[in-house]
Structures are given as C-alpha cells and as structure tokens.
T-cell receptor, first 112, second 113 residues
C-alpha cells in the first residue's frame, strides 16, 4: 500500500510570511500532484510533477519533486489570505495502477 | 467550475437506507473516479471506471457499488447505510485512465442519521 504523509498537519501564519509544506512517502510514484481544497468544494489541481528533481513555479508557489520521486514540497512566498485552504498531495503509481493516493493534507490559514 | 457535476449536493437519510449519487464527467473525459472524504481518513479512493468498465478498486465496501453508463455518467450506490458512512463523496474525471490529472466535482455531503 502506497502511503503519503503530509506535514505539518496544520499551519497558521501571518500574511506576508513564507512557508513550506511537505509530502513524503516510502514508495516511488510515477507522478505527483498538488491540489488545493476550500471548504465545501472539491479539490482543485494546482500542478503535476513527473520527473525526479523537477521544480515548477506557479506565481508565488514553487513545487519540487524529490530526486527519487518519493517526496515533494510546496513553498509559498509572501502568503496571502486567499492562499488559505487544505493542500493535498496525491501520488500516481503509474503503469496499470490508475488510482491516486492522497495524503491527509495540510490545513493552511493565512491571517491578515 | 471544473466541469464535473455531482447531484445531489446534500443528502440526509436514515440508517439502513439506500442512496444513489450521480456524477457527470467533464465533456470528453472517459474516466470517472469516486472518492470518500472524512475528517479522520482524508480522501479515500473507492473505485474507477473507464469508458464503462471498472479499472481500479480501492477501499470500497461491499455495501457500495458503482457503474458507468454508455453516456459516461456514473452512479455510486450506497446501501444498508450506517452512521459511519456519513462523509463527503467526490467524483472526479480525467481524459485517460493513465492520465491521473483529475478534475473534481463539488461533492455530495451524505449525512446518515
């Protein structure tokens, strides 16, 4: 069974601060995705990383896939209240393993 | 708007009852996934269909079943409901079974009383 551990579970910061959240596993994934979920809504895909060591930037968000494709991080620069939400990572096994395995998420609160 | 439509948005029912949740995938997507989300377990994969056929099965109880119809919409049937089945149920769709970039609906909040 592939498991994804996300840390921290909860994070409360002030507007303008930087933060990093982590997604770790003992399993190798063919790709890893990050989603953001707001209360009462479904998760929304932010990015997919595929290659070990890959770094992708989405405005103030920087995503990195570990060299061994077992872990990933999300760094947010100058956080804003609009960044508040549940950040979920999800790993795809690849090949005939079609399912996405989700971590339990990091609940981020950015206070004005 | 993700393009994935789920109905109903909210459902309250009694223990022992049976309910059906419905999902219409994004236009052109052939693959449909069902997930259950609860506070303690997070998002749990239940089952996946591709073009009408079951492709992957996760932690789906025997009391639960799903199908995908020729028009590609999918239904998740939950029977003999228990209090612990109360959760958010999400449907997601993607273009291909190997393309796991999934687009989620807004979910159905099921409350079993």
């Amino acid at each position: 069974t592939q498991l994804l551990e996300q840390s921290p579970q909860f994070l409360s910061i002030q507007e303008g601060e930087n933060l990093t959240v982590y997604c770790n596993s003992s399993s190798v994934f063919s790709s890893l995705q990050w989603y953001r979920q707001e209360p009462g809504e479904g998760p929304v895909l932010l990015v997919t990383v595929v290659t070990g060591g890959e770094v992708k930037k989405l405005k103030r968000l920087t995503f990195q896939f570990g060299d061994a494709r077992k872990d990933s991080s999300l760094h947010i620069t100058a956080a804003q209240p609009g960044d508040t939400g549940l950040y979920l990572c999800a790993g795809a096994g690849g090949g005939s393993n079609y399912k996405l395995t989700f971590g339990k998420g990091t609940l981020l609160t950015v206070n004005p | 708007d993700s393009g994935v439509t789920q109905t109903p948005k909210h459902l309250i029912t009694a223990t022992g009852q049976r309910v059906t949740l419905r999902c219409s995938p994004r236009s052109g997507d052939l693959s449909v996934y069902w997930y259950q989300q609860s506070l303690d377990q997070g998002l749990q994969f239940l089952i996946q269909y591709y073009n009408g056929e079951e492709r992957a099965k996760g932690n789906i109880l025997e009391r639960f079943s799903a199908q995908q119809f020729p028009d590609l919409h999918s239904e998740l049937n939950l029977s003999s409901l228990e209090l612990g089945d109360s959760a958010l149920y999400f449907c997601a769709s993607s273009a291909q079974p190997g393309n796991t970039e999934a687009f989620f609906g807004q979910g159905t909040r099921l409350t079993v009383v």
